[in-house]
């Protein structure tokens, strides 16, 4: 991974968990002071609770991300230290998946005269949890690379023997 390309990611990675940051204040602030008043059609509170925790599984997962390039630029990402990063991404990615399927559960009775839009609010709970499918597959991949850089290690540390 090149020098342009991680710094690149961690420009985003920054400005992103700086915005995370700041909305979750901002929710904060509106919970503790409670200047936004209720008005009856969803209760605010519950749902501002669930986006702060949302936001919480995003910023989980950006900061793994930042680790995991750290690694890569290293060249340590072959190794069983990876895994404790991907396996919390992995986490984080399932409790967004359940932090909506709460929003989802909050808004159905608001829905009752158009089921269609808690169906399609379960379909995305569904994708987030694709996600989490897509990436412990590519968490076996990395299982395999590491067993694969194990033996490599192995053979070569025979090789020189040899030699």
Not at 43 to 52: A, D, G, Q
Not at 70 to 90: E, K, L, N, P
Request: hydrophobic letters at 60%; charged letters at 15%; one cysteine or more.
């Amino acid at each position: 991974m090149g020098k342009l390309t991680v710094r690149a990611l961690r420009a985003v990675l920054v400005v992103v968990l700086t915005g995370t940051v700041f909305v979750q204040a901002l929710m904060a602030w509106a919970l503790i002071s409670g200047n936004d008043p209720e008005d009856g059609s969803l209760p605010l509170t519950p749902l501002r609770v669930i986006t702060i925790l949302g936001i919480g599984t995003a910023q989980v997962a950006l900061v793994c991300v930042w680790r995991l390039v750290t690694m890569v630029r290293r060249g340590t990402v072959f190794s069983h230290a990876a895994f404790r990063y991907v396996d919390t991404i992995i986490g984080a990615i399932v409790a967004a998946a359940l932090v909506w399927l709460a929003v989802t559960a909050i808004n159905a009775p608001g829905q009752r005269d158009d089921p269609g839009v808690t169906l399609i609010m379960g379909g995305i709970a569904l994708a987030i949890l694709g996600v989490a499918l897509i990436v412990l597959i590519l968490r076996m991949l990395l299982t395999q690379a590491v067993a694969r850089d194990v033996e490599a290690a192995q053979m070569q540390a025979e090789l020189d023997t040899v030699i």
